[in-house]
């Protein structure tokens, strides 16, 4: 009797699957991703996150706020998620242009070789020895003159024709968390492809040396469609699980600054302005520290276990 074939793809999959910290991870992310992303864009699901009410401040959990209220009265459930929603849009954007250039640029290096694979290097080795932080705060600076005109160009977008005073509130409210933070994505992901350049670099050498390489170069194929249709997936696994596991290092790059004053602007919110917020007044109310503080460590917990499961099930050597 013949067995049935199967492929990298369905073996990585039946080997994440019993991975049980990878698979909980997986639906932690999904669960806070969707809530995050999807229940701020529907109105009159959630609360005014900048709305304040003095009247009703440091409120313990109740029914009318499931994570209680802040110094100034602010509904924690709403900041905590509309925080969220900058924290992992973060972490998602800045990776993708991380990963990117770090990808073609590693790619270029690996398979051209010799004093071009030399010269691109270096310059990574340069940019390696330059102070991260310092550059990512100058870059802000230098691109924030733009992000006024970015806001008042998506907001006039999303508002569409005609619309009214309040239909351009909220949609402000929805879209300007968002485009102020576009210089520090830019920033971020400028500077954060050195590793993953590296590890695509040693990627791409060592299956350029293979046979179905040499066959592909024997059938006349070019070395664009060699490189990105032929090397490159092959590689893809070590990129994936790099992937997962830098998104968590972002989104927590991104909470030090905000932590810091440098990030996201009052009066809007990321996990790391909830958690610096609430760290300045934790005695007299734990309630804003505690919630972010446990959706941001579920998350990057759960991007760990699932960048662990990842690497474990893409393993060659773990294959059957």
């Not at 924290?87 to 071009?116: E, N, Q």
């Not at 806001?151 to 509130?169: F, Y």
């Not at 790391?272 to 941001?296: D, K, R, T, Y």
Request: proline share 6%; glycine share 10%.
């Amino acid at each position: 009797m013949t067995e049935k074939g199967t492929s990298l793809w369905k073996d990585a999959w039946l080997r994440l699957s019993h991975n049980r910290a990878a698979i909980v991870g997986m639906v932690v992310l999904i669960l806070i991703g969707l809530s995050c992303l999807i229940l701020p864009a529907i109105a009159g699901v959630l609360q005014d996150p900048n709305s304040q009410n003095l009247i009703g401040k440091n409120q313990p959990p109740n029914a009318e706020h499931w994570f209680g209220t802040d110094q100034l009265g602010r509904d924690i459930f709403s900041r905590a998620i509309f925080g969220g929603r900058i924290s992992i849009l973060v972490g998602l954007i800045t990776t993708f242009v991380a990963v990117t250039i770090g990808v073609v640029w590693g790619a270029l290096a690996g398979y051209i070789g010799g004093r071009t694979d030399a010269l691109m290097m270096r310059i990574v080795d340069i940019l390696y020895a330059l102070p991260f932080l310092v550059i990512v705060i100058l870059l802000s600076i230098t691109l924030q003159p733009w992000t006024s005109k970015l806001t008042e160009w998506t907001v006039q977008w999303v508002a569409g024709e005609g619309p009214t005073q309040l239909r351009i509130g909220n949609v402000r409210t929805w879209v300007e968390p968002i485009t102020s933070l576009v210089p520090l994505f830019l920033a971020i992901g400028a500077l954060s492809w050195l590793t993953v350049s590296r590890i695509v670099r040693a990627q791409v050498q060592s299956v350029a040396s293979m046979d179905f390489v040499e066959a592909a170069r024997s059938l006349g194929l070019g070395h664009g469609r060699i490189l990105f249709r032929h090397i490159l997936p092959n590689t893809l696994g070590p990129i994936i699980v790099y992937t997962t596991l830098t998104i968590p290092s972002v989104m927590l790059f991104e909470a030090t600054l905000s932590f810091l004053g440098l990030g996201v602007k009052p009066p809007n919110s990321s996990w790391g302005v909830l958690i610096q917020e609430g760290a300045n007044a934790m005695f007299a109310n734990p309630w804003p520290l505690v919630f972010p503080s446990v959706l941001f460590s579920l998350t990057l917990f759960s991007l760990n276990f699932l960048g662990d499961g990842l690497r474990d099930a893409l393993d060659p050597k773990s294959a059957k």
